[in-house]
């Protein structure tokens, strides 16, 4: 196991530290994945929004580490109603206090994990095809 810096003297990363974080991985993916994204853009915020939230049905905004925000690929079809551009949000906040909680894990790990579970639940990947895509990545 890796000894983790002392983050006493550390700073955070910032929304841009962890956006750069995020579309790196996203490069960085197995090739059938990464082309169902294209190129959605990755947004940080500190938190969920309230109604984010209130949609998941969550109480504690630490619950959420990430969320692929856009209509499933499967809705799209046949739609003649324009649509919200699809971008993923990765909460920083949660997203640090989980890496905290996880010191053998790097940040860049937990972005992995988080960016493609939001991605695989958007595009109705099961949780078997999601474990084979992390076990690629890695």
Same mark, same amino acid.
């Given at each position: 196991?890796?000894?983790?810096? $002392? /983050?006493?003297?550390?700073? !955070?990363? &910032? @929304?841009? $530290? /962890? !956006? !750069? %974080?995020?579309?790196? #991985?996203l490069r960085e993916l197995p090739e059938p994945f990464r082309d169902l994204v294209g190129d959605v853009p990755v947004r940080v915020?500190?938190? @969920?929004?309230?109604? &984010?939230l209130a949609d998941l049905e969550l109480d504690e905004p630490f619950d959420l580490l990430g969320l692929y925000h856009g209509v499933p690929l499967g809705e799209?079809?046949?739609? $003649? #109603?324009?649509?919200? #551009?699809?971008m993923i949000f990765l909460y920083r906040r949660p997203?640090?206090?989980f890496w905290c909680a996880e010191p053998e894990m790097t940040l860049e790990h937990i972005v992995r994990h988080v960016l493609i579970h939001?991605?695989?639940?958007?595009?109705?990947?099961?949780d078997a095809d999601m474990e084979? %895509?992390?076990?690629?990545a890695d």
């Open positions: 196991m890796r000894s983790r810096p $002392d /983050l006493r003297r550390a700073h !955070a990363p &910032t @929304p841009d $530290d /962890l !956006a !750069a %974080i995020g579309e790196q #991985v915020q500190d938190f @969920p929004d309230e109604a &984010t799209r079809l046949g739609r $003649d #109603v324009a649509h919200d #551009v699809d997203l640090l206090d939001e991605i695989g639940h958007h595009f109705g990947l099961s084979r %895509i992390e076990a690629e």
